[in-house]
């Protein structure tokens, strides 16, 4: 039996599997509604999250257009973990802050190798929605942070 060479289109099909795989899991043992108590114990579980990870707010770190921003705490060696900046507009809503986690979950995990389509695949199979309705939540999310005047 001939086998073909493994091709970057398999890794991404297998990497969007695992995504699937870890979402159901995760969906299983912690149940769809993650509010922030539950998140901070999906955090420490090396089950579902690669490395340390934290949340933080801080607004200073993430882009003007986000909620959140991923950060390596060690630029050369992952296992020293990560850090989730999440905008501060959300310090006093905490419980819109699972579902932007869980999107920035797959950097933490994956890596570069992972995009856009995962997190938002990861996300929305964690939550037991549609990954459409997933980006539409993220979005609104993200639009409600007050946007700084325009300097004159």
Known sequence: METRPLTIEDGKKALLHHVVEKGIALRDKY???IDFDTLQKILKDSAFVRYPTRVEFKSRFVEPGFFAFTEQVAADDSS???????????????????????????AVNYGAAATGDEAELFGATVLGI????????????????PRPAASR
């Open 31 to 33: 149940g769809p509604f």
């Open 80 to 106: 020293q973990g990560f850090v989730i900046y999440v905008h501060e507009h959300f310090r006093n809503r905490i419980n819109d802050v699972p579902a932007m986690v869980l999107y920035h979950l797959v």
């Open 130 to 145: 549609k990954k459409e309705d997933y980006y539409r939540l993220l979005c609104a999310l993200a639009d409600q942070i």
